[in-house]
């Protein structure tokens, strides 16, 4: 069992940049591996990026601009997002798989979440 709280979001002015954090509780953190997810008003749950063993990967919509690491010893994974767009605007989930899957790309990969963090992008 593990525990997730994000922190770091925030209003943020467009081209500006925020660093998310989320910080895990319980045991094997470093074998689970790491996704985030936004959700904006009206619209679905999706995928931003995750980290694996083998490294990260993302979106087509925020590759190039966000970039994903996890720190094992502190139990932590960052999002840190550059560049940001009005449209990045959303509550940031981060969310923890402990089992192997075919895709981490979708929700339901996911056997933890955190209870979110709300990113404002102001244009």
């Known amino acids: 069992q593990v525990q997730l709280v994000e922190s770091g979001g925030g209003l943020v002015q467009a081209g500006g940049s925020l660093r998310l954090s989320c910080a895990a509780s319980g045991s094997g953190f470093s074998s689970y591996i790491m996704g985030w997810f936004r959700q904006a008003p009206g619209k679905e749950r999706e995928f931003v990026g995750g980290?694996?063993?083998?490294?990260?990967y993302y979106a087509d919509s925020v590759k190039g601009r966000f970039t994903i690491s996890r720190d094992n010893a502190k139990k932590t994974v960052y999002l840190q997002m550059n560049s940001l767009k009005p449209e990045d605007t959303a509550v940031y989930y981060c969310?923890?798989?402990?089992?192997?899957?075919?895709?981490?790309?979708?929700?339901?990969?996911?056997?933890?979440w955190g209870q979110g963090t709300q990113v404002t992008v102001s244009s």
């Open positions: 980290i694996t063993w083998s490294g990260a």
């Open positions: 969310a923890a798989s402990q089992y192997e899957r075919r895709s981490y790309m979708n929700t339901g990969a996911y056997d933890y």
